[in-house]
């Protein structure tokens, strides 16, 4: 079947482009409906786009009730990819600040679709911090970005900020359209957020973990073709459509959650920061200060992990090491006392790296020897290319059964 595209195109010199960007697209066959922002149609006209297209343009919000179902709702959900070409400085600080302003920010916004920008702009304005930031935010939530190539501008400057070749463009396109199916059926069992530790009905240990890191495995594993189970402690997150959830609370919780699974997955990624300890006693009633002891006494929960790792059989196992210091000798202890295929070290203390960020800058260490250091990326880039190394581990495992 045909896939569908929305071509979105901004106020930028570059916008006579996207007439060469929809013809290009509607010889492979997809289906292209073009929406404008107000000021993209400065530069070049509806007219145009759609009869390249092939089908009518959108611009006006408020049009008519016809093309108001069609543009906002209808076409928001029928998209297979969104692409946005050129994409200017004002449309990607309305994106990043959540607005729906106009028809492509709403439509934008609606979509469940990929979305894939291409920036074209004054150098000035694309190096930009402000805009910057914007850019690393967006990537850090899933939209994809096309960079501008470096070259001679409209405005006579040179630099970076010119629109992607078209061949780049269609390129990206179509990579996003051959969607990875590495791990299809492979059943794999993710670990995320903190686990809660009571004191009280009303008092627990915990710590700061987000499950960002977690759920984003989850999302790129679900993606990828795996069935995926994900047991998680209390998040802030909505679970990514099509993965089974496991809500758990404390470390025993997630123990008998994920040991309970365990013969019947072919990975399991541990994620989460499970607490290691935990309140010796639990009290049935809220604790009166009056009674309330200065001293807390603790006891260690299991390591669910270290568990895992001595019982293990053909799964694959990865483990997560949150270090303040001596990361490659904590994180590389970690990997062989646990019995790990891989660990993930992160050291929490640098910029871009650890808790409640959507970034990460972490370590990949191999039971091989093997170390790679990654730049600090969206936790949903360390997702793919840590599950790249699953897919080809489990691969490798599966050769040897
Ligand atoms: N982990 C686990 N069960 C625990 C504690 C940790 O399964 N009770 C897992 C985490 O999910 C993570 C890995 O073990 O994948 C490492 O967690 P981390 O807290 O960094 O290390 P610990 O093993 O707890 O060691 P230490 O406290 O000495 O750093």
Redesign the pocket.
């Known amino acids: 079947m045909s896939k569908t595209v929305i071509l979105g195109v901004t106020g930028s010199i570059a916008a006579y482009k996207a007439a060469e960007l929809a013809s290009l697209m509607v010889k492979r066959n997809y289906v292209v409906h073009v929406i404008m922002t107000p000021a993209a149609t400065r530069f070049i006209t509806p007219l145009t786009l759609q009869a390249i297209s092939q089908n009518p343009v959108h611009v006006d919000m408020f049009a008519s009730p016809g093309s108001w179902e069609i543009g906002h709702i209808s076409l928001a959900a029928r998209a297979d990819l969104v692409l946005v070409a050129p994409a200017s400085a004002d449309f990607i600080a309305r994106l990043a600040a959540g607005m729906a302003d106009d028809l492509l920010a709403a439509t934008i916004m609606a979509t469940k679709a990929t979305v894939l920008l291409a920036p074209a702009m004054n150098d000035g304005m694309y190096a930009n911090p402000v805009l910057q930031e914007k850019i690393v935010y967006l990537k850090g939530v899933g939209y994809r970005f096309i960079e501008p190539e470096t070259g001679r501008l409209a405005c006579g400057t040179v630099g970076q900020g010119r629109l992607a070749s078209p061949e780049a463009i269609i390129g990206a396109v179509s990579q996003a359209f051959s969607s990875n199916q590495d791990l299809a059926d492979k059943r794999i069992l993710v670990?995320a957020g903190p686990t809660r530790e009571p004191l009280d009905p009303v008092r627990y240990l915990s710590n700061y973990s987000s499950g960002k890191m977690g759920y984003a495995i989850a999302e790129e594993a679900c993606r990828r073709g795996a069935r995926v189970t994900l047991v998680s402690g209390p998040t802030q997150l909505a679970p990514p459509p099509g993965v089974s959830l496991v809500p758990v609370e404390t470390?025993q919780e997630m123990?008998e959650a994920v040991v309970g699974r365990y013969d019947q997955v072919d990975a399991v990624i541990?994620?989460?920061?499970?607490?290691?300890f935990r309140p010796r006693q639990k009290s049935e009633q809220k604790l009166k200060k009056q009674v309330f002891s200065p001293v807390l006494e603790l006891e260690r929960?299991?390591?669910?992990?270290?568990y895992?790792g001595e019982h293990k059989s053909r799964q694959v196992l990865v483990?997560?090491?949150?270090?303040t210091e001596n990361l490659l000798e904590?994180a590389g202890g970690?990997l062989r006392q646990?019995n790990l295929d891989l660990v993930v070290a992160n050291n929490l203390t640098e910029p871009g790296a650890g808790f409640g960020v959507d970034t990460n800058l972490v370590t990949l260490l191999y039971s091989s020897g093997e170390t790679v250091k990654l730049p600090v990326l969206s936790k949903k880039e360390v997702a793919g290319i840590l599950l790249d190394k699953v897919a080809a581990i489990i691969q490798v495992q599966a050769k040897k059964v």
């Open positions: 670990t470390a123990f541990k994620a989460a920061a499970v607490a290691d929960t299991p390591d669910i992990l270290g895992l483990g997560f090491a949150a270090e904590n970690k646990k």
